[in-house]
């Protein structure tokens, strides 16, 4: 059938070692060939942000990606973050505080797209947390209680 | 005591799995053998269907089935009429339903023509591609107007004109009023469509089991178990051998409901004939022509009033774009007509509405459901007396307001649940009042305005009012059973989308039968776990399951105290419930875990006593005789950019009332994002067809939704006031948020730009919207 190409890709510290067509989209290789259903699709066409992934540690959307063009490179997915549902990583635990998700579909999304952000810019303000969130789109929660989990994950209660 | 969770922000028992991507959605189940659905979309919005070829298609690699409507037989049928038209004389209704593929005609662009079944979805993509439409093309029917005129195509050909329904409803008598209103004042007011736009795209997975000859279906549906007993009736199955499960649902706002959708219908009928799994994943692209739509409607409406700016009468007669079928009745403009009324005491009201067809995509309730309209309408129609008759305007809605001895005030019309529109409870002015102090009114108007005006800034203030009915029924219902282990399980029929059930149903077992809330774990959606209900739209899953989990949990209660009572001889009325065990009041060494005393109710040996059931667990219903009414007040300051037309939201403050409230975080969760999707549809979001009935911006791309940069902090505050129509007092507030942001930018926009004669009638808006209609309104009229 169609001509297939080697991927090998070390996802949440484990290497994967697969044999891909070339248009595979990322988003569907994490999601239907490693099963990490965690990153989830909503637009494949790079605009509501639900699919960023980390890839060798930058936020970028894995819908307007191919499965190829990750080969040798690292990739941090939701299911990364967290060791179990009882150990939640401070910016998780900081969302359940602020119940800055309401279906969650959008925020496996918009927890990579704020690690590396958070990374980078240990005190941030409002202005500049909303400005990162600006490209990832949630239809339920308004921003305002993501906005306040981004607040209290850079400025933890003593 | 054990302490009440009733009323606490309790952090959420769901979100470890959503936040650790554990959380199953449609698209994440995966099963051995299966196979991948595409559909065969039509690319025009009015055409008769010529030929379709799907030959070479079929012979392509990995294809393993193409279908068309002739491929379906005696199964093809339109689906089913999901509300009947009310009780209401005179009352014309043409039902006309979608179809599952389309036959001889097409209605609207993105209607399914023929269905790809492959080995993965890429190749049935592919596949699609290659089917060959032949169509004969017809003009298309578009605006609601010319819709109606003699002249027009008719979508449905077996009726005379593009008429779905025509509906009256009268209180008092408008003419009479009109006759001594000091005032009458006459618009046209218009509203158009937007898209849900929930984050998860529809989906279906489908698999038939042929030794068990048992069908599961995985859907992204609001209402799982009407859709189960559809389909079990459609497919000839029995109800128990259909199993539909609607796992995490990534948004909902409506158009998820039981919809039937031709996909929803096919899928099972494939998965059967085939004898292997199916998948379809709806894309963001299908999801703007396949997934219904709301909002379009033109309305011109007159108001009666005194020069007291009393309302004497309101009389409207509106249009409402159906789209290109009506599988959900009548519900839309019925709650345009029902909730125009508003918070006001108006004696005389005459409404009528024609629901019309148009080659568009189907119209169902998205978040608000119709009731936006009414609000505009009403809300404008008092900014424009106000002004008029110089009267302020929070003065002339204060004059108007339904007084609180007026409660149960009697609407004598009909609403969306056949029942007479009558408001529950209410209690309007101490709200406006809350909300006029919070934004500061006064002191803007007098101060903050003349100043930042004479620094030539364009600031305005915007404060409507609205009211919702929510929590309508029929019924639902909940069985909750105390496990060996402690723990307290909880199944109920509604599906959730994210409203925080798993939370706030816990939270009312968990009060009810001294445990922790994280103890309870509550099974929703799963056929298979409840088998009666309706589902969850109109904002009432937590009036109407949550009262019956109420009525539940109370009656395990009255259980757990009588075996209690027997186990540990002492009084029923001696023993309390704390920690997951029941003791005798004050004498802890006696405390049995509620664990123990399940498995001593359902023991191995002994006998259950005649009249008495195993276990320690109770299934109960509840159904309102009709809705509760929750109201508020939104009130929000703008500046204008006059270079970009711009709006800021400087403040927004909600002021709200939907009685007791279970758990205060997630209702402002609910009330935060309802309002920006208000401001969506306000300011942002608009679908544009063109004369062709063809959609322009069916993408992310064109299509704005609000983002973290446009949405400002919502300052929200409540009235409460208990409904007595439930024994937790509860109200709906899932569509609150969403329901008066239309009128509230238009007052503030108006406030802003200064212009005591501009005046903005129609939603929703733009920066290039406000340029035109500025443009057009500083011309000298011919």
Redesign the interface.
């Known amino acids: ?1 169609t001509e297939r190409t080697p991927v090998t890709v070390t996802v949440n510290g484990i290497q994967y070692e697969r044999s891909v ?1 070339a ?2 989209l990322l988003s ?1 290789f994490l ?2 060939e490693l ?11 790079g ?2 942000g ?1 699919c960023t992934i980390l890839l060798d540690g930058a936020a970028v959307r894995s819908c307007i990606l191919f499965a190829v063009q990750v080969n040798g490179r690292a990739i941090t ?3 990364g ?2 060791s ?3 150990h ?1 990583h401070p910016l ?1 635990e900081a ?3 602020k ?1 800055a ?8 999304g918009i ?1 990579l797209t704020l690690i590396p952000f958070l990374a980078e810019n240990a005190q941030p303000t409002e202005q500049a ?3 990162v ?15 306040d989990a981004v607040l209290l994950a850079a400025n933890p209660l003593p | 005591m054990a302490t009440r969770t009733f009323g606490q ?1 309790i ?2 028992n ?12 449609t ?2 189940v ?1 099963l051995a053998g299966m196979l991948h659905v595409a559909f065969v979309r039509s690319q025009y919005a009015h055409a008769r269907i010529k030929r379709i070829d799907t030959a070479t298609a079929r012979a392509m ?2 294809v393993v089935a193409i279908y068309t409507a002739s491929d379906l037989g005696d199964y093809w049928k339109p689906g089913p009429l999901l509300v009947p038209p009310p009780p209401v004389k005179g009352l014309i209704f043409n039902a006309r339903t979608q179809v599952p593929l389309a036959k001889g005609k097409i209605r609207h662009a993105g209607e399914p023509l023929a269905v790809v079944v492959a080995e993965s ?2 190749l049935a993509e592919d596949a699609a591609e290659q089917v060959v439409v032949e169509v004969e093309m017809l003009p298309a029917v578009v605006d609601l107007e010319r819709a109606l005129a003699a002249t027009s195509p008719l979508i449905h050909e077996d009726l005379t004109q593009n008429i779905n329904a025509h509906v009256v409803q009268q209180k008092g008598n408008y003419a009479r009023a009109r006759q001594q209103a000091d005032v009458l004042l006459k618009r046209r007011f218009l509203y158009d469509r937007g898209t ?6 529809r989906g279906i997975v489908a698999a038939w089991d042929a030794r068990e000859e048992q069908l599961t279906l995985w859907d992204t549906t609001q209402a799982p178990i009407p859709i189960r007993n559809g389909l079990a009736a459609m497919l000839g199955l029995s109800e128990q051998q259909v199993r539909v499960i609607a796992p ?6 409506g158009p998820k409901i039981m919809m039937f959708y031709p996909e929803e219908v096919l899928l099972p009928w494939i998965a059967m004939r085939l004898g292997r799994p199916v998948k379809w994943i709806e ?2 692209q299908e999801n703007f022509f396949a997934t219904t739509q709301e909002r379009g409607q033109v309305h011109d409406a007159e108001i009666a009033l005194t020069r007291q700016g009393k309302v004497l009468g309101v009389h409207d007669i509106f249009l409402h774009d159906a789209g290109a079928y009506a599988p959900y009745g009548l519900t839309v403009p019925l709650n345009s007509q029902c909730t125009l009324l508003g918070q006001y005491d108006i004696p005389n009201y005459y409404s009528e509405f024609t629901s019309v067809f148009t080659n568009k995509p189907i119209v169902t309730p998205y978040r608000g459901a119709g009731r936006q309209h009414g609000v505009f309408v009403m809300e404008r129609l008092l900014d424009l007396a106000a002004r008029e008759l110089g009267i302020d305007r929070v003065e002339i809605r204060k004059r108007n307001l339904i007084a609180p001895d007026q409660f149960p005030y009697n609407n004598a019309i009909i609403y969306q649940d056949f029942a007479p529109l009558t408001y529950d409870s209410g209690n309007y002015l101490p709200a406006l009042e809350k909300a006029v102090e919070i934004i500061g009114y006064n002191q803007f108007l007098s101060e903050e305005q003349p100043r930042l005006r004479a620094a030539g800034r364009s600031v305005g203030l915007g404060i409507v009012t609205y009211v919702e009915g929510t929590g309508i029924g029929p019924y639902e219902g909940a069985r909750v059973t105390v496990e060996a282990s402690g723990r307290v399980s909880v199944a109920t029929g509604i599906g959730t ?4 059930h798993y939370t706030s149903f816990a939270q009312i077992v968990a009060d009810q039968l001294g445990v922790d809330v994280r103890a309870v774990r509550l099974v929703t959606g799963d056929t298979a776990a409840f088998y009666w209900g309706a589902g969850t739209f109109a904002s009432r899953g937590a009036v109407v399951a949550g009262n019956a989990i109420h009525a539940a949990a109370v009656a395990v209660r009255k259980k757990i105290l009588k075996k209690a009572s027997d186990e540990l001889e002492v009084a029923e009325e001696d023993l309390e419930l704390v920690d997951g065990t029941v003791r005798e009041v004050g004498a802890p060494e006696t405390a049995i875990k509620l664990g123990d005393l399940a498995l001593r109710a359902n023991p191995l040996r002994g006998a259950v006593k005649p009249g008495s059931e195993p276990g320690l667990e109770a299934t109960d219903y509840f159904g309102p005789e009709r809705g509760a009414t929750a109201s508020g007040v939104h009130a929000m300051i703008v500046e204008i950019d006059r270079a970009t037309m711009m709006v800021e939201i400087k403040r927004y403050v909600v002021v709200h009332d939907c009685g007791r409230v279970i758990n205060p ?2 209702l ?3 009330i ?6 208000g401001i969506g549809n306000a300011f942002y979001e608009q679908l544009v067809f063109d004369a062709n009935g063809q959609l322009m911006n069916a ?3 064109d299509y704005l ?1 609000p ?5 400002p ?2 300052e929200t505050d409540h009235v409460e006031t208990p409904s007595p129509l439930n024994p937790l007092g509860i109200k709906g507030a899932g569509e609150a ?1 969403a329901i008066p942001v239309g009128p509230l930018f238009a007052q503030a926009i108006e406030d802003a730009l200064g212009d005591p004669t501009l005046e903005i009638l129609e939603i929703p808006l733009s920066p290039s919207r406000l340029f035109e209609l500025l443009k057009a309104h500083s011309e000298p009229r011919t």
């Open positions: 059938m067509e248009r595979l569907d999601r239907h099963n990490l259903t965690g990153t989830h699709v909503g637009c494949e066409h605009s509501c639900a997915t939701v299911e973050l967290a179990d549902q009882n939640l998780q969302f359940r505080e119940h998700l309401q279906c969650g579909f959008c925020t496996p927890l947390i909303r400005t969130l600006s490209g990832n789109i949630c239809r339920c929660t308004g921003y305002q209680n993501i906005v | 922000p952090r959420r769901e979100d470890p799995r959503l936040l650790t991507g554990q959380a199953t959605f698209d994440d995966h690699p990995g979805r890429y849900a736009a929930a984050m998860e795209n995490f649902i990534g948004g909902g706002f894309d963001r989308q994210g409203q925080g975080m997630i402002a969760g609910q935060q994002g309802g309002v920006a999707q993408s992310f791309m939704l983002t973290a940069d446009t949405v902090r919502i948020g």
